[in-house]
């Protein structure tokens, strides 16, 4: 009785030294990996402060090799404007990618006088008709990377302002009034006499009434 009361309380305090060392490993491998993702350096470039007008960040990167746009913007024949990207070292990055700043690569987004219009994952992109009103607009395209950071340089967001006027509509052309037909005579006088019609007046086709076909007014939306 007594050797069996004695090895009991041995096995309980040798479980307890087991299971507390494993409960220490677990920690200890947890933490570091928790502290390692919490650390994580950014892959590119330098997150500033400084946000623009939906409040996202800058990412900053060297002038050398950092991307660049310029912009484009005409008017089309059908009274609209078309958009053309220019880009230097920088490439979109398809729908789905995973958000994460990756270096020359990202979206575009597009603004009429500071208001979002589209964001762009090609060069090109037509302003419907209509769509600006009377007047001068500025358009912007600005460059992101796909965690939805603005590509920086010097502080200042990568992008590209065309300013674009919009002409007023010219007002369609009114049509010419409808030439009267010359009466015709109530009663015939005897050759010769007074009222009576002449040879060649007789001999002449009828006067039927004159118009004039409507052409097409001018678009508005011409670039000054």
């Known amino acids: 009785m007594s050797w069996s009361r004695g090895i009991l309380p041995a096995l309980a305090v040798c ?44 990412r900053e990167v060297g002038k050398k090799g950092a991307p660049q746009v310029a912009l484009e913007v005409e008017p089309d024949a059908e009274g609209g404007w078309d958009v053309r990207l220019n880009l230097r070292d920088f490439a979109f990055s398809p729908s789905g990618t995973q958000a994460r700043a990756v270096t020359g690569r990202g979206l575009a987004r597009l603004f009429a006088d500071g208001e979002p219009l589209a964001d762009l994952r090609d060069t090109s ?51 010419e009034p409808e030439s009267a037909s010359e009466p015709e005579s109530a009663s015939e006088s005897p050759a010769g006499g007074p009222g009576s019609s002449s040879p060649s007046a007789l001999s002449a086709p ?10 097409s007014p001018d678009r508005g939306g011409k670039a000054s």
């Not at 299971?19 to 500033?48: R, W």
């Not at 967001?157 to 509509?169: G, K, L, N, Q, R």
């Not at 009828?206 to 052409?215: A, D, I, M, S, V």
């Open 15 to 58: 479980v307890l030294l087991v299971t507390g060392a494993a409960g220490c490993a677990s920690d200890d491998a947890s933490t570091p990996t928790g502290q390692e993702s919490a650390i994580s350096p950014s892959p590119v470039g330098k997150v500033l402060d400084d946000t623009d007008d939906d409040g996202r960040h800058y």
């Open 125 to 175: 992109y037509r302003i419907p008709e209509g769509y600006l009103a009377h007047g001068t607009h500025q358009v912007t395209a600005r460059l992101y990377a796909d965690d939805g950071t603005v590509w920086a340089v010097d502080g200042k967001p990568v992008e590209s302002t065309a300013d674009i006027t919009a002409s007023e509509p010219e007002p369609e052309p009114e049509p």
């Open 206 to 215: 009828g006067t039927f009434p004159r118009t004039e076909g409507q052409g």
